[in-house]
């Protein structure tokens, strides 16, 4: 027996569009978000990176100040632009 695959749409909120067979058009519940995709809908996701640079620049006051003396051509070349 052959069977007809439909793509279900999944339009109620939980539910993700699946590829099922024809003999089971039953909708089902998302599956829980991959670990990939769960940061990106957390504000901290955003956030961390901001603190820390921020306290990486209150750990290292000087450090722009001492590279652009170190690198006199580069900082000059960037200038220039």
Do not use: F
Not at 30 to 42: D, N, Q, T, V
Not at 47 to 64: C, K, M, S
Request: proline share 11%; charged share 25%; glycine share 6%.
């Amino acid at each position: 027996m052959r069977r007809l695959w439909v793509a279900l749409p999944g339009a109620r909120a939980g539910l993700r569009p699946t590829l099922r067979c024809g003999a089971d058009l039953s909708t089902r519940p998302a599956p829980p978000l991959e670990k990939a995709e769960a940061p990106h809908r957390s504000p901290d996701y955003h956030e961390n990176p901001i603190r820390a640079q921020q306290a990486w620049r209150v750990r290292h006051p000087g450090y722009w100040r001492a590279y652009r003396v170190t690198h006199a051509g580069y900082t000059k070349a960037n200038r220039a632009q």
